[in-house]
């Protein structure tokens, strides 16, 4: 199982961005898919997660500015990031629990990176 993040880029403050991430390989079962991220010089942190049915769970932090939505049919989830600011600069994660043909597993994706001008 793999999980491809893209989307990432450089853009101004209050402009917005997409994030996507696919997984993709050996699945039979998708369950919770979430973003984290990495600001420089800190600690991953959970933005938002999503489960198989739709509920979501936002950070306070981007609440308001970010949505998390996801395509089962495509075994993709999404981050909608407006009137980006920043402090959102960091590196994105995609992570997701995904069963294969035997077992749950977490995956991550490659990160990519979100850079906010001011």
């Known amino acids: 199982v793999q999980l491809q993040a893209s989307g990432g880029g450089l853009v101004q403050a209050g402009r917005s961005l997409r994030l996507s991430c696919t997984a993709s390989g050996t699945i039979s079962s998708l369950s919770v898919m979430g973003w984290y991220r990495q600001p420089p010089g800190k600690q991953r942190e959970l933005v938002a997660n999503i489960n198989y049915v739709g509920t979501t769970d936002i950070a306070a932090s981007v609440k308001g500015r970010f949505t998390i939505s996801r395509d089962n049919a495509k075994n993709t989830v999404y981050l909608q990031m407006n009137s980006l600011k920043p402090e959102d600069t960091a590196v994105y994660y995609c992570?997701?629990?995904?069963?294969?043909?035997?077992?749950?597993?977490?995956?991550w994706g490659q990160g990519t990176q979100v850079t906010v001008s001011s």
């Open positions: 992570k997701a629990f995904v069963r294969d043909d035997s077992r749950w597993g977490e995956y």
